[in-house]
């Protein structure tokens, strides 16, 4: 059993460079981000807040759907699934 976590370049730094990294997770997007939070620390802050909650200027999608429009950190991510992150950029 394994999932997908695409880490966009702007937070690669915070799992060694890596473009994708492979979880032994799955079931839900909450058991993912645990196991992302137990493994790389530094990179679960930068996704979701002191509550455990995803950050409002992160995105999560799993297997291409939003997770804000299914069921937020419940949302069921199955084996062989893969969950992007996406922080939003902001400038002009």
Same mark, same amino acid.
């Given at each position: 059993?394994?999932?997908?976590?695409?880490?966009?370049?702007?937070?690669?730094?915070?799992?060694?460079?890596? *473009?994708?990294?492979?979880?032994? *997770?799955?079931?839900?997007?909450?058991?993912?981000?645990?196991?992302?939070?137990?493994?790389?620390?530094?990179?679960?802050?930068?996704?979701?807040?002191?509550?455990?909650?995803?950050?409002?200027?992160?995105?999560?999608?799993?297997?291409?759907?939003?997770?804000?429009?299914? *069921?937020?950190?419940?949302?069921?991510?199955?084996?062989?699934?893969?969950?992007?992150?996406?922080?939003?950029?902001?400038?002009?």
């Amino acid at each position: 059993m394994s999932v997908t976590v695409l880490v966009p370049g702007v937070l690669r730094g915070e799992v060694g460079g890596a *473009a994708h990294v492979d979880v032994g *997770a799955a079931g839900t997007l909450r058991a993912v981000l645990d196991e992302v939070g137990a493994r790389w620390p530094r990179l679960e802050r930068r996704i979701r807040d002191e509550q455990g909650e995803v950050r409002r200027y992160v995105n999560v999608y799993v297997d291409g759907a939003d997770c804000r429009l299914a *069921a937020g950190q419940d949302t069921v991510v199955p084996d062989g699934g893969e969950v992007r992150i996406l922080p939003s950029v902001a400038g002009g």
